[in-house]
T-cell receptor
Framework: DTAVSQTPKYLVTQMGNDKSIKCEQNLGHDTMYWYKQDSKKFLKIMFSYNNKELIINETVPNRFSPKSPDKAHLNLHINSLELGDSAVYFC???????????FGEGSRLTVL | KNEVEQSPQNLTAQEGEFITINCSYSVGISALHWLQQHPGGGIVSLFMLSSGKKKHGRLIATINIQEKHSSLHITASHPRDSAVYICAVDNAGGTSYGKLTFGQGTILTVHP
């Protein structure tokens, strides 16, 4: 039973399309995150939600909109996809904003 | 200069060798994380520490807050330890809790 699950694992789409990546955790954690890993494998925080409230919003284009319908879910919607959005997106969760992190398997987005 | 610097960037070892990966940071932190990313892509949290030393199996992590430095040691290395090891710091204070800043990663290859 996967603790943090993301769907889809792979996503190939055309520039200009809108796509979503879903994340669910069954650990009972109250904090969830989205990270972006670029082609050089460098990780960077995008968003963090604690108890469904946005607490971290890095300098991410407003084409990226996270949505947390409840504490167990944090989805990422991306509008008007660009080539530079191609990356692996990792969802993670923790108990509290400074707890140990549990990562999903990642979602590889390729924009053509 | 990145806020979090790891060394070495690449490390090759023979099975059985003792391995050390270093992480230096320039900001005040509340905690430091060591993460492992296997070639398949998934990320696993190895340690989260704010002082002293932690041990888990063949892995040992130490941190010196005054010197802003942490080390990850692997004793009796094995080919299955081959992975990217990532250091991340949780910036201290206010609303920055939970905002991790990542090092660039250390690629470890252990040969049989």
């Amino acid at each position: 039973d996967t603790a943090v699950s993301q769907t889809p694992k792979y996503l190939v789409t055309q520039m200009g399309n809108d796509k979503s990546i879903k994340c669910e955790q069954n650990l009972g954690h109250d904090t969830m995150y989205w990270y972006k890993q670029d082609s050089k494998k460098f990780l960077k925080i995008m968003f963090s939600y604690n108890n469904k409230e946005l607490i971290i919003n890095e300098t991410v284009p407003n084409r990226f909109s996270p949505k947390s319908p409840d504490k167990a879910h944090l989805n990422l919607h991306i509008n008007s996809l660009e080539l530079g959005d191609s990356a692996v997106y990792f969802c993670a969760s923790s108990q509290g904003v400074s707890g140990e992190l549990f990562f999903g398997e990642g979602s590889r987005l390729t924009v053509l | 200069k990145n806020e979090v610097e790891q060394s070495p960037q690449n490390l090759t070892a023979q099975e059985g060798e003792f391995i050390t990966i270093n992480c230096s940071y320039s900001v005040g932190i509340s905690a430091l994380h060591w993460l492992q990313q296997h070639p398949g892509g998934g990320i696993v949290s190895l340690f989260m520490l704010s002082s002293g030393k932690k041990k888990h199996g063949r892995l040992i992590a130490t941190i010196n807050i005054q010197e802003k430095h942490s080390s990850l040691h692997i004793t009796a290395s094995h080919p299955r330890d081959s992975a990217v090891y990532i250091c991340a710091v949780d910036n201290a204070g206010g609303t920055s809790y939970g905002k991790l800043t990542f090092g660039q990663g250390t690629i470890l290859t252990v040969h049989p």
